[in-house]
Structure formats: C-alpha cells, structure tokens
C-alpha cells in the first residue's frame, strides 16, 4: 500500500464511450502524474501536474484530458479511444522541490477499448 | 533524446544474488531510481542514487553508478522467489526532478 488508489482497477469501453479514470494520493504530496504502460513499449509519461502548473507530453492524444482540481486528486477524462490505447493507466505522486523527488505509484487501471 | 536501456530477462537461483544493469544516455541525470513491479500491480520504489555518489546500500540492495560509462547496476544479494518481478531503472532529465525516463524493465525469474 503506497497511499496511491486508483479507481476504478480494471475498466472496458467502446470506442465510442466516455469514461473517467480516478486517482487519489493520501501522502501529502503537492505533484502528481499519469503514466501510460503498453506491452512493448517503456513506461511513457503522459502528464505532470505540479505545484498548479500543468505539464504534458506532446505526442499524448487529444481524446485522453486530464483534471487536477486539488493536489491529492487526479483524473483522466478519455473519450472516443482506440483499440491501441488499451494499456495499463498509472498514476503517481511525489513531492516536489523535495531532495529527491522519489515518485509513489498506485496500482495501476487496466483499460481495454473494444 | 533521453534513452535508457535494459536486458529483458534475468534468470538466478533462489540465494544467489543478482544483478540487473541499465545504460542510459543523459549525463545530465541527478536522480536515478529502481523501481520494482509484481504482477498486477503498480510500481514500487526500491532505492535510489543521487549523481554524485558511486554506491548505495541498503539492506540486501546495492546500487552501482558508473557515470563515466552510464551504466547503473542493482545488486540484489541473497535473491528469493519473492523478488521475481520486473526490476525498472528511471533517470531524471537532467536536473527536471518530476520527468523521468524508464528503461523497458528487466523480468527476474528466480528459480527454487
């Protein structure tokens, strides 16, 4: 237990769906990030949100949009998804301007898009 | 860009140690971590090395820097089948603390 939840753990939708992913940090800490994890390719960072500022990877899709309302919550709204972004969604939170930044991670949504 | 790079697969005997290796290309790095998965859950941090240090200890972990080479290593010594998982090495880019780059993870079988 690292005091990161996600919700919901496993999750199947249509390509023509809406769905939120939820993540809830419990440490204090004042960052937070979604990581997309595929079969074959290394763990990609999809967002930063970090002291309000919102930082994102540039080749991450338009129809994933994520949603920080406070520092201990963390959402990734996905709408009209594909077959390939079927994947492991984690999330994960760290405090920063700390010594070392060491990031926490919860245990992950498996997503499959039909 | 960044890259870092590991084998994919580890095979050792329960009480031998182990060690898994990753090369990365960012001498820039401050932070670099290993991270350990078990099946069907997240990542777990295991230890981490700041730049300016060669060695880590920590209980049966030891983490090796060459930053001439680029090369981390983490020594897990007296291995158990409790450690099978896949071992992730992570680099900060350069001093940017919240972006890190992962290797594509080391699966370690320990066998009985």
């Known amino acids: 237990e690292t005091g990161v939840t996600q919700t919901p753990r496993h999750l199947v939708m249509g390509m023509t769906n809406k769905k939120s992913l939820k993540c809830e940090q419990h440490l204090g800490h004042n960052a937070m990030y979604w990581y997309k994890q595929s079969a074959k390719k290394p763990l990609e960072l999809m967002f930063v949100y970090s002291l309000e500022e919102r930082v994102e990877n540039n080749s991450v899709p338009s129809r994933f949009s994520p949603e920080c309302p406070n520092s201990s919550h963390l959402f990734l709204h996905l709408h009209t998804l594909q077959p390939e972004d079927s994947a492991l969604y984690l999330c994960a939170s760290s405090q920063g301007g700390g010594s070392s930044y060491e990031q926490y991670f919860g245990p992950g949504t498996r997503l499959t898009v039909t | 860009g960044e890259d870092v790079e590991q084998s994919l697969f580890l095979s050792v005997r329960e009480g031998d140690s182990s060690v898994i290796n990753c090369t990365y290309t960012d001498s820039s790095s401050t932070y670099l971590y290993w991270y350990k998965q078990e099946p069907g859950a997240g990542l777990q941090l295991l230890t981490y090395?700041?730049?300016?240090?060669d060695m880590k200890q920590d209980q049966r972990l030891t983490v090796l820097l060459n930053k001439k080479d680029k090369h981390l290593s983490l020594r897990i010594a007296d291995t158990q089948t409790g450690d099978s998982a896949i071992y992730f090495c992570?680099?900060?880019?350069?001093?940017?603390?919240?972006?890190?780059?992962f290797g594509g993870g080391t699966r370690l079988m320990v066998k009985p």
């Open positions: 090395i700041f730049s300016n240090m």
């Open positions: 992570a680099v900060t880019k350069g001093n940017a603390g919240n972006m890190l780059t």
